[in-house]
């Protein structure tokens, strides 16, 4: 997948397995790959839908990060036993300058691991890529 150009609005959908879910402290997905140099990804809204199975995970609730600062966009029910939908708005929190997040790839992780759950979560986040300052 590629990046728009600086400025245009974007989307990106994924959706993760059960086993991906499970591992997001240990391993977590690019949703986004680094906009370039000079560069930032601005995420405007994420969206989570829940497609519960028979089990529920027991870790930490997913969020979005720009290298290693927080975006927000949580999700605050992952150990839930119902299929669900949230929605969140982000921004950048952390030690925010530039260069911390300037040409950074954005991921979903968690922060524990689960030894359960058997659940899909899709991903949907809307972005526009901005030069950064």
Same mark, same amino acid.
């Given at each position: 997948?590629?990046?728009?150009?600086?400025?245009?609005?974007?989307?990106?959908?994924?959706?993760?397995?059960?086993?991906?879910?499970?591992?997001?402290? %240990?391993?977590?997905? $690019?949703?986004?790959?680094?906009? !370039? #140099?000079?560069?930032? &990804?601005?995420?405007?809204?994420?969206?989570?839908?829940?497609?519960?199975?028979?089990?529920?995970?027991?870790?930490?609730?997913?969020?979005?990060?720009?290298?290693?600062? %927080?975006?927000?966009? $949580?999700?605050?029910?992952?150990? !839930? #036993?119902?299929?669900? &939908?949230?929605?969140?708005?982000?921004?950048?929190?952390?030690?925010?300058?530039?260069?911390?997040?300037?040409?950074?790839?954005?991921?979903?992780?968690?922060?524990?691991? %689960?030894?359960?759950?058997?659940?899909?979560?899709?991903?949907?986040?809307?972005?526009? &890529?901005?030069?950064?300052?």
């Amino acid at each position: 997948m590629s990046n728009p150009q600086a400025g245009n609005f974007g989307v990106v959908d994924a959706t993760l397995s059960a086993a991906q879910v499970k591992t997001l402290h %240990s391993s977590p997905v $690019t949703l986004l790959d680094a906009p !370039g #140099s000079g560069l930032v &990804i601005n995420v405007l809204q994420v969206i989570y839908l829940l497609a519960f199975g028979s089990v529920s995970f027991d870790g930490g609730n997913p969020s979005l990060e720009l290298g290693s600062l %927080s975006v927000g966009g $949580t999700f605050g029910n992952l150990g !839930g #036993s119902t299929n669900r &939908i949230e929605t969140d708005t982000a921004a950048i929190s952390g030690n925010s300058s530039s260069s911390s997040y300037t040409n950074q790839a954005l991921k979903i992780f968690a922060a524990t691991d %689960s030894t359960q759950g058997d659940s899909t979560l899709r991903v949907r986040v809307y972005y526009t &890529i901005e030069p950064s300052l």
